[in-house]
């Protein structure tokens, strides 16, 4: 869909931005270049829409050479999308996002529609159509930026940066909804970042840039993490990458054990045998987890066990959905020791060690090894 062959950028002024850069990008995923300050990402990324054109080498779009196209006909099929959206301050929120449309010629009513529909599809609400820019706050305004770029349902999408203006939760949330947008419509995006976990959430493929403009590793995020190319690269993906990669690892066929488990409100009478002095986990009518319970807590006689006395409990590890790391953070997280699986609706139905976590991890190393 989009390939880079033997791409140099050099200004005119002597800085290499982009030193030989070979990639394919694949179509219909989410493609990061990430990397520090000055690495060329933001060259790499334009070269794809021709805003930056490259010293040698070719950049292929749709199988076709950049430079042998029209430009804005090549951007037509190119959403982009930069760091603080870049809207224009004078234009209603709906009209910044039906000027793309209006430029393809669309008339204005049927421009507006498909406005509207873009920004219920981004998640802002009608109310905001007749507001200006600054009356959103910057995760809106990002969000504008994103149903901007889509306006024309190009097949391509190129982000720099879009979402590190604003604070983590919002950012976190702005991920999130990315990933939910790009399930439903499988876009070709190219996703610059220079933060590491941003990429490892949201990347298919990651592509590692170091100053120079000189690609380092280009590869899935969880072998990224597993098999870092070199020191750069490792340095790179940071601190705990063992542990984050964990994320990348299937937890299929991880056992299951039992747990000691008693229902709030029930008499202590009843507990008191099974619990010893050992912890049970407490659990509301319908199996849902409350908290934890030391046997030498019990209250006396057969007074109901109640939630002052219980200790917080841990993560939960989400039998449907949870990777390793999940599992391994439940177990870590919790005071007995023993993490807490539930199913997809939340009721409990066993515990995880971490030893299990570990014995499956090097079952899955050896099999790799293997193969
Ligand atoms: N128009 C230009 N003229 C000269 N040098 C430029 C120009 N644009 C970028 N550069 C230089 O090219 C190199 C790569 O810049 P680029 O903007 O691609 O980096 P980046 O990876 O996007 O960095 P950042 O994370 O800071 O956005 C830098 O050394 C930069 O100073
Ligand atoms: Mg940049």
Not at 120 to 138: A, D, I, K, N
Not at 266 to 295: C, F, M, N, T, Y
Not at 309 to 338: E, F, I, K, Q
Request: some cysteine; proline content about 5%; hydrophobic content about 40%.
């Amino acid at each position: 869909m989009i390939e880079f062959r033997g791409v140099d950028k050099r200004y005119p002024d002597g800085t290499v931005a982009v030193d030989h850069l070979d990639l394919v990008v694949d179509a219909g995923k989410v493609t990061i270049f990430v990397g520090p300050s000055g690495c060329g990402k933001t060259t790499s990324l334009r070269m794809i829409n021709r805003m930056v054109e490259p010293t040698r080498g070719t950049v292929l779009v749709d199988g076709r050479d950049v430079m042998e196209q029209d430009p804005a006909q090549l951007r037509r099929g190119i959403g982009y999308v930069i760091q603080q959206a870049g809207l224009f301050p004078h234009r209603t929120i709906l009209d910044n996002v039906a000027t793309v449309p209006l430029l393809l010629g669309w008339n204005k009513k049927q421009a507006r529609k498909r406005a509207a529909e873009l920004m219920e599809l981004v998640g802002l609400t009608p109310e905001m159509s007749g507001r200006y820019p600054t009356q959103l706050s910057g995760g809106q305004q990002q969000r504008v930026g994103v149903a901007r770029a889509l306006a024309a349902d190009p097949p391509v999408l190129l982000m720099d940066e879009p979402f590190s203006a604003v604070d983590p939760v919002v950012r976190e949330n702005l991920q999130d909804e990315l990933l939910r947008l790009q399930s439903e419509l499988g876009k070709t995006i190219v996703f610059v970042t220079h933060d590491i976990d941003e990429a490892i959430k949201l990347g298919d493929k990651v592509a590692v840039f170091r100053v120079g403009g000189r690609l380092a590793q280009y590869d899935q995020p969880g072998a990224l993490l597993a098999r870092p190319a070199d020191d750069f690269v490792d340095g790179f993906v940071g601190r705990d990458r063992g542990y984050r990669g964990l994320g990348f690892r299937s937890a299929d066929g991880l056992p299951i054990g039992e747990l000691q488990t008693v229902t709030l409100g029930s008499p202590a009478s009843a507990a008191r045998d099974a619990i010893g002095d050992g912890w049970a986990l407490v659990l509301d009518s319908e199996k849902h987890p409350q908290g934890w319970l030391r046997g030498t807590e019990l209250p006396s006689g057969d007074e109901p066990i109640a939630a002052e006395r219980l200790v917080a409990g841990g993560s939960l590890y989400d039998t449907d959905s949870d990777s390793l790391r999940g599992a391994l953070d439940a177990a870590l997280s919790s005071p007995s020791g023993l993490g807490v699986a539930v199913d997809g609706s939340g009721a409990v139905v066993g515990s995880v060690s971490a030893d299990d976590v570990l014995d499956k991890l090097k079952a899955a190393r050896a099999d790799e090894d293997a193969a």
